[in-house]
């Protein structure tokens, strides 16, 4: 495509040919081919700028900066915004995907990616292909992609729609973080479906407090009104979260689908709701049909409210309500996700990914649903994120647990014993003295084990489906669930 076409609605300053075809588009000088425009787009620990070189010697013809850069032997353009003008060229360069296809965004602090499992697995059910993008990876169409990032950067996530489209898929549904939203890497894709789960305190490094978090969140739901598909939206929401309240409470150009298992007034509600040790069951009350009866294979009321959007996604997308009732009961949730380890002992190990104080008071609740014996919780935080939940997790945990073990998550660049004391401090501001601070995670996780008597239940938190620990700038092989059945296995030898 050429070059002017590209940037035609942006405010830019081009120096050079504009007229020049462009043949793919990239932000890593590594993947830079001949004849491609490259994104000096600025990294968490480096400049975009010290890669231009790299890239005009493997063959970029334009170079796309928000300040000047001398004697870079191509074209250039500066823009006063990277983020947002690499989603508006790459939605031309892609043929604008998103208009081809009903695109559904899930946000909130907890669940997302619980409910893009669910979701895809009802659709599945219904042989319907749908393009799934979130924390764990990105797939569609037979391809799987490892997930950086929760929500890919604007030309990545222009790409894969493109891809979708070719391939005929109709739907896709993808995880939205704040982050995503505040740095542009979803402007300008059209939303035909926004869900909201919930808010609870997190990422308070990135936002500084709750007001900026929300407002972060809320907007997926403004970016509604941007309809050239002109098709009617839908916001699905849980009207028992008091931040869910307000965006129902606010002015939003689409249809709004409440749920929840407290408000009678609810679009979709959970009554009669039964939470057991390998179910959950409810009646399901809804504008959409007659009442219906759901027992699901997932314990904790969490998951009750994440089936209950599930619901409200799956009618707003258009599926029939007896398709949805019929397969929704055996809707598959995500990996690390109150997984059981699957060893033989008379005690039981979990895994679970979470990673805020709300998120692990659900999973304790789900697991005292169980009625163990005892709880003893292994957990940690990690480095470079927000420092003000670590207290509020070790109350959490030391609340709710019998025993518990602070340990190292992924430190990043922080001191691992910085961060355990740091944690160690809200279960000493509740003076709590029911833990144990040990750095070495696998170290941990060996002696929780090692603690656990007949009809106890050990959680493994923070980390769920990752596979790894990010320390200092290197990330190194470590799975939750590979260390505790080695543990297993060698504490029965």
Known sequence: MILKRLFSGIPVEITGDDSIEIK?????????????????????????????SEAVLKGAVCIVSDKKIDNIGCTSVIVPDISKAMSSVSAKFYGHPDKKMTVIGVTGTNGKTSITYMTESVFQALNINIGVIGTINYRYAGTVIDAPNTTPQAMDLYKMMHEMVNAGIKYLIMEVSSHSLVLGRVSGIEFDIAAFTNLTQDHLDFHKNMDSYFEAKKILFSSLKSNVKNNKKFAIINSDDIYGRKILESDICAEKISYSVNDGKSSCRAYNVVLNSTNSSFHLKSVFGDAAAINIKHIGLHNV????????????????????????????????????VNFQADFSVIVDYAHTHDALKNVLSAIKNLKPSKIITVFGCGGNRDKTKRSLMAQTACEMSDFVFITSDNPRDEDPESIAKDVEAGAKQINKTNYKVIIERRQAIEEAVKKAEKGDIVLIAGKGHENYQIIGQNKIHFDDREVALDVLKNLKK
Do not use: Q, W
Not at 46 to 52: A, I, N, P
Not at 332 to 340: I, Q, S
């Open 24 to 52: 793919g588009l990239s932000y890593d000088s590594r993947k830079v081919g001949e004849g491609y425009l490259f994104f000096a787009l600025d990294g968490t620990h480096t400049s975009g700028k010290k890669f231009v």
């Open 305 to 340: 409210y994440n089936i209950l959007a599930v619901f409200g996604i799956c009618m707003a997308a258009g599926l029939k309500f007896n398709d949805v009732i019929t397969n929704i009961n055996n809707a598959l949730g995500a990996p690390g996700r109150l997984e059981k």
